[in-house]
């Protein structure tokens, strides 16, 4: 599977919920030019978990949308999308939904993060699809600037 199907394979597993209702952004990083050691591209996948339109009006300067981020990244590609590849490596770099210090009180909303695992890309993409869809069903946007 090359970094072109990983990312369809990711639209296609993720739930009618996410579409138009929370954001997700996925973009190739090609390491060409950079390393000369194969297979260090990735795909880093934004999840914002607020609607799209709310997203685009970037309330706040952009503060509200980053208060609501996930941030995946997807190693192990070629130097261009559309070289397969056998295994990839997911990572969680950030995760800012809920409170993570319980500050208000109440039992913080946010995710526990996602495993880092090594797989075939078409198991990660369902990997993370599931993931994104078990968040986007159990944890409300939370509308900072109003």
Same mark, same amino acid.
């Given at each position: 599977?090359?970094?072109?199907?990983?990312?369809?394979?990711?639209?296609?597993?993720?739930? !009618? &919920?996410? $579409?138009?209702?929370?954001?997700?952004?996925?973009?190739?990083?090609? *390491? #060409?030019?950079?390393?000369? =050691? !194969? &297979?260090? $591209?990735?795909?880093?996948?934004?999840?914002?978990?607020?609607?799209? *339109? #709310?997203?685009?009006?970037? =309330?706040?300067?952009?503060?509200?949308?980053?208060?609501?981020?996930?941030?995946?990244?997807?190693?192990?590609?070629?130097?261009?999308?559309?070289?397969?590849?056998?295994?990839?490596?997911?990572?969680?770099?950030?995760?800012?939904?809920?409170?993570?210090?319980?500050?208000?009180?109440?039992?913080?909303?946010?995710?526990?993060?996602?495993?880092?695992?090594?797989?075939?890309?078409?198991?990660?993409?369902?990997?993370?699809?599931?993931?994104?869809?078990?968040?986007?069903?159990?944890?409300?946007?939370?509308?900072?600037?109003?």
């Amino acid at each position: 599977m090359n970094a072109l199907e990983f990312t369809a394979a990711l639209e296609a597993g993720l739930s !009618p &919920l996410i $579409s138009g209702e929370r954001t997700v952004i996925a973009r190739f990083k090609s *390491s #060409r030019g950079f390393t000369s =050691r !194969p &297979l260090q $591209s990735s795909i880093a996948v934004n999840f914002i978990n607020l609607p799209e *339109s #709310r997203h685009a009006q970037h =309330r706040g300067g952009g503060a509200e949308s980053e208060n609501n981020r996930m941030l995946f990244m997807i190693d192990g590609f070629g130097e261009d999308e559309s070289e397969s590849v056998e295994k990839v490596v997911i990572e969680q770099k950030v995760n800012a939904l809920g409170d993570p210090w319980g500050i208000s009180g109440e039992k913080s909303s946010r995710p526990k993060p996602l495993r880092k695992k090594t797989a075939h890309p078409e198991k990660i993409a369902e990997y993370l699809a599931n993931y994104l869809n078990d968040v986007a069903a159990n944890v409300p946007p939370n509308f900072t600037h109003e």
